[in-house]
């Protein structure tokens, strides 16, 4: 992808995802601009360039890609339909009933795996999601994300994990649309 392609695309998910109105945030703080990722991920104009540059930012020997519920779900697919890499879906909780499985696809043991995320801020559902893979013998070195939100990667990185990034909010520009 080239710079153009790429500042073109990052300012697309920025008009978007970037949304003007009144939004309570987690933290429980209201905000009149809110980041809907869902927004890109729900589009294939916007998912398909987005999965081929992650598909340049892989890390060589990745065998097997590792999509964390729900944001990384959508990306992770792309991204295998992308590769022709076979993917693997890690919830959040395993489920209650069937196989009760967290980890969903193929078998990880042994395999080197990228993780596959949207949006990533502080890295705390990645930590645990890792830990998750790693129990089950999956070799996870790497995260790849859409957009890094975060500043501090020394979370990630005291458990010996490499984030790559495709995007930054800096790219996204300041475009808004109402709610």
Not at 129 to 134: D, K, N, Q
Not at 141 to 148: E, F
């Amino acid at each position: 992808m080239t710079k153009t392609e790429l500042r073109d695309l990052a300012a697309s998910i920025g008009v978007v995802c970037t949304l003007e109105g009144q939004f309570q945030l987690r933290s429980g703080t209201t905000t009149d601009r809110y980041f809907d990722k869902y927004q890109f991920e729900a589009r294939p104009d916007l998912l398909r360039p987005l999965a081929g540059r992650l598909a340049e930012l892989l890390p060589s020997g990745t065998e097997v890609l590792a999509g964390l519920e729900l944001g990384g779900i959508p990306l992770a697919t792309a991204l295998s339909l992308h590769t022709g890499l076979p993917t693997t879906f890690v919830r959040k909780q395993a489920k209650g009933y069937g196989t009760q499985k967290a980890i969903e696809g193929p078998e990880v043991a042994g395999r080197k795996v990228t993780v596959v995320e949207d949006v990533v801020t502080t890295g705390g559902q990645i930590i645990e999601s890792v830990a998750v893979l790693r129990k089950a013998g999956a070799i996870v070195d790497h995260v790849v994300c859409a957009i890094r939100r975060g500043s501090d990667l020394t979370p990630l990185r005291d458990v010996g994990l490499t984030l790559i990034w495709a995007l930054e909010p800096s790219d996204l520009g300041s475009s808004v649309r109402r709610n």
